[in-house]
């Protein structure tokens, strides 16, 4: 969304937010394979696969909050913002980008608030493994204060565009994805995965 190099701190943090939850879902993956086949082969279970699968849901989806902004990627309803002229749309996608500030804040309040009382009353899971629901909650905090950090700094900046009147600049920048956005980023993909494949084919020598 924002390629300027006062935000590179945020992107970095939405990028490695990505990976990790893309490590934990993979980690996940793994342990339900090793869980199905150990109930069919031998007769064992880990008993709280499903638990820490929540937790990993949870964590993920949190974490990933931030680099789905990135690219634009949260749900927009835009089937009379496309029509409006450029200068009506400006303060449109600024205000967005605030109302979603203030969201990202008020989910990390709340979140924070519920990782408080589970510290104060030391709660543990109703679960087999008892398991410290400070942990998962710390990460998930973690996770949604990544989250408000990055639309917090978004929402200075669309401001920024909005009150110096760069109107077209903001539009880019946190407008909705068009059907020519989703096919620009295809193709650069498209073509980055050909360089890729390009890059690991040695070619062959002449024979002398």
């Known amino acids: 969304m924002v390629s300027r190099s006062p935000y590179w701190l945020a992107r970095r943090l939405a990028h490695g937010a990505a990976v990790a939850a893309g490590y934990g879902a993979l980690g996940l993956s793994l342990l339900i394979t090793f869980e199905v086949i150990a109930r069919k082969l031998f007769n064992f279970s880990l008993q709280g696969v499903d638990e820490i699968g929540g937790y990993v849901l949870a964590i993920g989806v949190s974490f990933s909050f931030a680099y789905a902004l990135l690219h634009r990627a949260h749900t927009r309803v835009d089937v009379l913002m496309s029509r409006l002229p450029g200068p009506v749309q400006a303060p449109l996608n600024a205000a967005a980008m605030l109302l979603l500030a203030g969201f990202s804040l008020f989910m990390l309040w709340r979140a924070v608030e519920t990782l408080h009382e589970t510290l104060e009353f030391g709660s543990l899971a109703s679960t087999p493994l008892q398991t410290p629901l400070w942990i998962p909650q710390s990460l998930w905090v973690l996770g949604l204060g990544v989250f408000a ?8 900046h669309a401001t920024g565009q909005l009150v110096t009147g760069r109107f077209r600049a903001l539009n880019r920048d946190y407008g909705p994805r068009s059907a020519r956005d989703e096919l620009d980023e295809a193709r650069h993909d498209y073509a980055r ?10 070619p062959q020598g002449n024979p002398s």
């Open 149 to 156: 950090v990055l639309t917090s700094l978004l929402a200075l």
């Open 193 to 202: 995965q050909d360089q890729a494949e390009d890059m690991t084919t040695t």
